[in-house]
């Protein structure tokens, strides 16, 4: 047998010996006596995830404009929707017109709770409505199958 198949082996079972001995018992110490002393600072995880930190805030606050802008754009659509549903509305304005047929419908309508209905009547809609055009509801005929 030769030597080197002895020596090789046996540098590296060495060489690994060394390195644990070494972590065990300066290497650990040491690391340990410098983790101690980032403790010890004030601060100091805040400094190094101060970009993480500041990244985070921009995109909340982003997100939260966002939610700000959709949610009063709803609010106001909404309000604007329930200001058209108002029962009164249209009493107020046969009042202002000076249309008394109008202005009594109204009432008596807002009386037997009907006014919301009445509002949502449109006479450019019903118009519209009664119109049946049955040629555009028809679908086209298959190519080669007539």
Do not use: C
Not at 20 to 35: S, T
Not at 93 to 115: I, Q
């Amino acid at each position: 047998m030769e030597l080197t198949q002895f020596v090789i082996p046996l540098f590296v079972a060495l060489e690994v010996v060394l390195i644990l001995v070494l972590y065990r018992y300066v290497l650990r110490d040491w690391i340990i006596q410098k983790w101690e002393e980032k403790l010890d600072e004030e601060g100091w995880l805040i400094v190094k995830l101060e970009p993480v930190i500041d990244e985070i805030e921009d995109r909340m606050h982003d997100k939260l404009d966002q939610f700000q802008s959709s949610f009063f754009g709803s609010i106001g659509k909404m309000t604007a929707n329930a200001k058209n549903l108002d029962p009164m509305n249209n009493l107020r304005k046969a009042a202002k017109s000076g249309d008394w047929p109008s202005m009594l419908v109204e009432y008596a309508a807002n009386k037997a709770g009907l006014g919301g209905v009445l509002g949502q009547i449109n006479p450019q809609t019903t118009q519209k409505e009664g119109v049946n055009d049955t040629q555009a509801t028809l679908p086209k005929p298959l190519k080669g199958l007539k």
